[in-house]
């Protein structure tokens, strides 16, 4: 019993750790990710492309964050393979230092101004390999953790990975939200807007000592110790997998709703050329208000996933976080702020939630160990840049001096959602299926006693490992 007791805290602690490894890791990666999102709704228009058509810059700066996820799919294939091959610890080092260094190097680009054309062709080239790097962080994470945590505990300890990605937007715009208020115009515009790309500099070390300390998953161990590492993992999910890698592409068209939160809603409240007026500093607090919420309600989402399934919070989340995008944009329109804020905080901290916090357990619960990394990689990066190149397609169809943006663009967003509710309604639940039987086909998942007798035991013996 004592070796048992012993063997129990062991895996717990083991958990606690992948899942602050994978937490730290993507808050300081998403940094990386969101200061550039943050910079090309707000600054970049003026700083990297001609002033001469303000609609034009708009929509270019808009569409160098989507050249972002363009880069996605491929780095999900090399990058898939490489976690499914050589451990998720590897991967997740090679994506931290791709990212830390393409963001610092954007920290130093020349403007249009000083160099012309060349200025938004480095701007892009940079963005693709932010992108590519950035396709396996998600996936490989995920996989680190859930392949660590206890039966019956998946769906919380996963959601981390997701709460680290919101901590990231917070961290993002608390450092632009004190150069934005506190720095003129012309210092922000001139230099001050660097800063947040250079200071990855400590974002690049900070995640190098997290990371090198990550254990490799059991779950791969075994899979090398027997032989079982394919040579090909790919191959093998688009062999035997291609239907829920399917399934994850339209779930993770999900991803409009932050980019109507973040990104098309900063250049609607903000770009002088659309009228609204909103100051940088100001409308940056919404979506740190949300991304607070979101931060503490994540878990509870993540925990709640475990006893009822992944399923009915993601279909919920969908559908409601669609239907509120009319009224967040509404309220942005007539420039209420304690009204955008509120919805802001419905909409993206509560409701979208109910996907956000479980697709990091849902997504790898769908493939089995051998191609997990490779399958979840593919099919969510591929869905994400879809949705990544909205911002361009919002800014097109709802350009400055346009009427009705909010019905035009929530009409859009709430039939995408749709989409995405559809799609996990198809899919099967895997919450009460163990991590060894996940992606076999047929497999028949434990009874709900046994399994919440089971659930008991993991939550009990986490509890005594922190005592």
């Known amino acids: 019993m004592q070796t048992n007791a012993s063997a129990s805290s062991g895996h717990s602690s083991q958990a606690r750790k992948a899942t602050a490894s994978g937490w730290i890791g993507s808050a300081l990666e998403y940094y990386d990710f969101f200061i550039y999102a943050q910079a090309a709704a707000l600054i970049f228009p003026q700083l990297f492309f001609p002033s001469g058509n303000p609609k034009i810059a708009i929509v270019a700066s808009l569409a160098t964050y989507g050249v972002g996820y363009v880069a996605r799919p491929i780095g999900a294939i090399v990058l898939g393979h490489w976690g499914d091959t050589h451990g998720r610890k590897n991967v997740l080092l090679l994506c931290m230092f791709l990212m830390g260094l393409s963001t610092m190097a954007v920290g130093l680009l020349p403007t249009y101004h000083q160099i012309g054309f060349l200025a938004p062709v480095l701007l892009v080239v940079l963005r693709l390999i932010q992108g590519f790097a950035v396709a396996g962080e998600i996936s490989g994470a995920s996989s680190m953790i859930l392949e660590h945590a206890p039966f019956g505990r998946r769906g919380y300890y996963a959601s981390f990975t997701l709460q680290g990605v919101q901590a990231g937007q917070i961290l993002a715009a608390a450092v632009f939200l004190p150069l934005a208020y506190y720095m003129d115009d012309a210092s922000f515009n001139s230099w001050g807007w660097r800063i947040p790309f250079l200071l990855s500099a400590i974002v690049l070390i900070a995640g190098y000592i997290i990371r090198r300390e990550v254990h490799e998953t059991p779950a791969f161990e075994k899979e090398g110790a027997s032989g079982g590492v394919p040579r090909s993992p790919i191959v093998e999910a688009f062999k035997y997998n291609w239907r829920d890698m399917l399934r994850v592409v339209l779930c993770s068209l999900m991803n409009v709703i932050p980019v109507v939160a973040t990104i098309f809603g900063a250049a609607y409240a903000v770009q002088p050329s659309y009228g609204i007026g909103f100051s940088k500093s100001l409308y940056l607090w919404i979506p740190v208000i949300g991304n607070i919420v979101a931060v503490l309600v994540i878990p509870y989402v993540g925990n709640l996933s475990d006893r009822i399934g992944r399923r009915l919070p993601i279909i919920v989340g969908a559908l409601g976080a669609g239907l509120l995008s009319f009224a967040y944009l509404y309220a942005i329109s007539i420039h209420n702020v304690p009204l955008a804020m509120v919805m802001s905080i419905l909409m993206w901290g509560v409701i979208y939630q109910g996907y956000n916090a479980i697709f990091p357990s849902f997504y790898p619960e769908l493939f089995p160990t051998r191609s997990r990394v490779s399958a979840m990689a593919i099919g969510q990066n591929i869905g994400t840049t879809i ?54 086909k047929n497999v028949v998942p434990m009874d709900k006693l046994s399994y919440d007798a089971l659930r008991a035991q993991s939550m009990a013996a986490g509890k005594k490992a922190v005592a």
């Not at 001096?401 to 009409?411: D, E, M, R």
């Not at 967003?413 to 198809?426: P, Y």
Request: proline share 7%; glycine share 8%.
């Open 387 to 440: 949705t990544a190149l909205l911002p361009a397609l919002f800014a097109y169809v709802a350009p400055p001096g346009s009427h009705n943006v909010p019905l035009t663009i929530g009409a859009i967003t709430f039939g995408i959602t749709i989409v995405c509710a559809i799609s996990a309604w198809s899919a099967r639940e895997n919450f009460r299926v163990r991590l060894s039987d996940l992606g076999e």
